[in-house]
C-alpha cells in the first residue's frame, strides 16, 4: 500500500509527452543562446569524470549526458548532483545479457532525470528520445555543448569552419617542428571497399583548399574536431591536441623553443644563443580512436537514435556542396 506522501509524489511527476514538451520549450529557445555560465558549469561538471571512475558504461548514459542532467562523478561507479546531493551508484554485473542489460539501462536512464529531489532544478528534465527537425544534435546537448561543435555539425556548407580550423592547426604546428603525423585506418573511418584512406585524405585537403600532402594531416584533424591547445611545461611549449566534446587530449612531440629560457647551458655567457632542445621523434596519432569511447565525434547519439559520427555528417556536409560522394 503506497503511502499518501509516496501518491503526492507520484503526482508531482509528470507524464513523458509533459516532460519532452516543456524540454523542447527550453531548449528551441535558448538552443543557440544557452548562457555562457551555463556552458562552464556543464563543462566542470564533466570533468569531474573519469576513466578510473566511470568506464565502458553504455553511450545513452555516458558522461556526456550524465554532466547535462547534473552529475558529478566524485567517485567509482558514483555519480552525484551537487544541487541537492542525490547520488545513484551506476553498475553492471560483468556476466549480464544483453537484454539485462538494455534492461538496467534504461532504469539508470530514467533515474539520470528523476533521482534528483523534487526542488532540484535537475529534477525530471526528461530524458529525450526526439530531436530538433533537421538537427543532427539533440537539443539538450547542444544547449550545452561547445557552440563552435554545434555549428560545425549543423552548418550545411562547414567549409569557412573547417578552413579556419587547419589555420589553427598549421599555425601551431609551426610553432614547433611544423608536422604532425596521422595514422588513418580505413576500418576505423569505415570507408568504402574501394576508397583508401589515403584516397579520402587527398579528397578532404583538395576540397578545402589544402593541396599540399604536408598539410593533409591538418584537415584530417580538423575534420575529426581535434583542436590545438599550447601548454608550458619546463619553459617550452608544448602542442596539445584535444577534442571540446569529449575533453580527450592527446599530447604530440611538437615542442616550441623558448627564447627567454636562458637556464641551461653555459654558451649563453658568452655571447651564444642557448641550444634549442633535442626534439622527440614523432609517432603517429589515429584520429579516430583517440576520442573517447562514447564521444558523438566517432558514435554519433545513439541516445537519440542516431549513430551516424559528427564527423560523417560533417563530411557529408562538405562534400555535397563540392558535388563529391557522400561518406558511407
Not at 546531493?85 to 544483453?98: D, E, M, N, S
Not at 533515474?111 to 529531489?117: D, E, G, I
Not at 530531436?131 to 544547449?143: C, G, Q, R
Not at 622527440?280 to 558514435?299: D, E, F, S
Request: aromatic share 8%.
Amino acid at each position: 500500500m503506497t503511502t499518501e506522501n509516496e501518491n503526492a509524489q507520484q503526482d508531482c511527476l509528470p507524464q513523458e509527452e509533459t516532460l519532452l514538451t516543456l524540454l523542447d520549450s527550453v531548449t528551441k529557445e535558448n538552443r543557440d543562446g544557452s548562457s555562457q555560465a551555463a556552458r562552464r558549469a556543464y563543462h566542470e561538471r564533466l570533468v569531474t569524470f573519469q576513466p578510473a571512475t566511470y568506464f565502458a558504461k553504455p553511450a545513452s548514459i555516458s558522461p556526456l549526458v550524465c554532466a547535462r542532467f547534473g552529475w558529478t562523478n566524485p567517485s567509482q561507479d558514483l555519480i552525484v548532483c551537487q544541487k541537492c546531493q542525490a547520488c545513484v551508484a551506476i553498475t553492471y554485473h560483468p556476466l549480464l545479457k544483453a537484454a539485462d542489460e538494455e534492461r538496467i539501462t534504461a532504469i539508470y536512464k530514467e533515474k539520470l532525470c528523476t533521482a534528483h529531489k523534487v526542488t532540484c532544478p535537475f529534477y525530471a528534465s526528461a530524458f529525450p528520445t526526439t530531436v530538433l527537425a533537421n538537427a543532427p544534435i539533440p537539443s539538450y546537448l547542444a544547449s550545452v555543448f561547445p557552440q563552435d561543435f554545434v555549428t560545425l555539425v549543423e552548418q550545411s556548407n562547414p567549409k569557412p569552419l573547417l578552413q579556419k580550423r587547419v589555420h589553427s592547426l598549421l599555425d601551431a604546428a609551426r610553432k614547433g617542428d611544423g608536422s604532425v603525423e596521422v595514422s588513418l585506418d580505413a576500418k576505423d573511418m569505415e570507408l568504402q571497399e574501394d576508397e583508401t584512406t589515403e584516397m579520402f585524405a587527398s579528397q578532404l585537403s583538395n576540397t578545402l583548399g589544402y593541396s599540399k600532402e604536408t598539410e593533409q594531416w591538418a584537415c584530417i584533424l580538423a575534420l575529426v574536431c581535434w583542436e590545438p591547445k599550447q601548454t608550458r611545461q619546463s619553459n617550452k611549449t608544448v602542442l596539445m591536441l584535444q577534442c571540446p566534446v569529449c575533453l580527450s587530449q592527446r599530447g604530440l612531440p611538437i615542442q616550441g623553443y623558448d627564447k627567454n629560457d636562458n637556464s641551461s647551458s653555459d654558451d649563453s655567457s658568452v655571447g651564444l644563443p642557448p641550444p634549442k632542445r633535442p626534439k622527440t621523434a614523432k609517432q603517429p596519432m589515429n584520429p579516430i580512436t583517440g576520442h573517447r569511447l562514447y564521444c558523438p565525434v566517432i558514435c554519433g547519439f545513439p541516445c537519440s537514435g542516431s549513430e551516424v559520427p559528427a564527423w560523417k555528417t560533417i563530411a557529408n556536409h562538405l562534400f555535397a556542396n563540392t558535388g563529391t560522394s557522400d561518406v558511407d
